[in-house]
């Protein structure tokens, strides 16, 4: 093109910036970022300011001393609220910043540690490609370990002992109350006391020289609890709890 056609340079209002997200005039950059209608933490600071710095020096002799320095108060205003996206506003705000960052410090040791677990475990031999089991005997056992205890004794009895039979240990189990018995019992104090009373009120009585008591105790009390839940999801009663984990109390229905 004839050189005769170009006209003189076009002197911009404010410089031209390229940022990740944005493309024109600062004064706009500006107008947006404080407006909330552009992503403003995506912007580079460091792009913004070799690109300000670009500008002023390119224009140094063409733009007056007035315009540059508006242009230097619009470059502090967009650097002042990127800066605020950078530093919490508050000790709070600097407070959950500062846990959030331990939480994720957190998670990355995790990351490393479930990392360094998997490599160890991806260096082990494998079964059937480094190592391999011993096949099994074709011949199955036809006893286990209690046969062959059983034997040693006999052999260690002699042969008068063998005779006698041997003892087997047999746990006695307690008279524990059931969720049958409890199903039989509640309905039975409900009738003579229509308006309830704690679950508590509904155990069997129990020695308190029974050897066996915090067994029957526990016991009670769990079918007891089953037995008005029950009993509760038939109609059959009420179970009211004031507040969590507080004691139930049963009334009819």
């Known amino acids: 093109m004839d050189d005769r056609w170009k006209g003189p340079e076009r002197l911009p209002a ?7 997200g944005f493309d024109g005039p600062m ?3 500006l107008d947006l970022a404080e407006r909330q209608r552009i992503d403003f933490g995506r912007v580079s600071i460091l792009a913004l300011a ?19 320095a508006d ?8 650097v002042h609220l990127r800066s605020r996206l950078l530093f919490p506003a508050s000790a709070q705000a600097a407070a959950e910043a500062e846990a959030e960052a331990a939480r994720e410090i957190q998670r990355l040791d995790e990351r490393i540690a479930m990392r360094a677990a998997g490599a160890w475990l991806g260096g082990r031999p494998q079964l059937g490609v480094e190592t391999f089991v011993r096949p099994l005997s074709e011949r199955p056992r036809e006893t286990g370990y209690v046969g062959l205890m ?11 002992e063998r005779l006698k039979p041997i003892p087997v240990y047999t746990r006695l189990i307690p008279d524990l109350w059931r969720v049958s018995d409890a199903l039989a019992h509640i309905p039975s104090i ?26 029957k ?5 769990a079918s007891t ?3 008005g839940l029950e009993l509760a999801k038939n109609g059959s009663l009420r179970i009211e709890q004031s507040q969590p984990l507080e004691e139930c109390w049963l009334r009819a229905s």
């Open 14 to 20: 404010t410089p031209i910036v390229h940022l990740d």
């Open 217 to 221: 105790m526990r016991t009670a009390m």
């Open 50 to 68: 070799d690109q300000f710095t670009a500008a002023m020096d390119h224009f140094a002799d063409q733009v007056s001393l007035e315009r540059r």
């Open 190 to 215: 409900l009738a003579r006391h229509p308006e309830g009373g704690r679950l508590i009120a509904f155990l069997p009585p129990v020695a308190a020289d029974d050897p066996n008591r915090i067994e």
């Open 150 to 160: 059983e034997a040693c004794l006999a052999v260690l009895l002699g042969p008068d």
């Open 225 to 227: 609890l089953l037995a």
């Open 71 to 78: 242009w230097l108060v619009l470059a502090t205003r967009l």
């Open 27 to 29: 004064d706009l950059l």
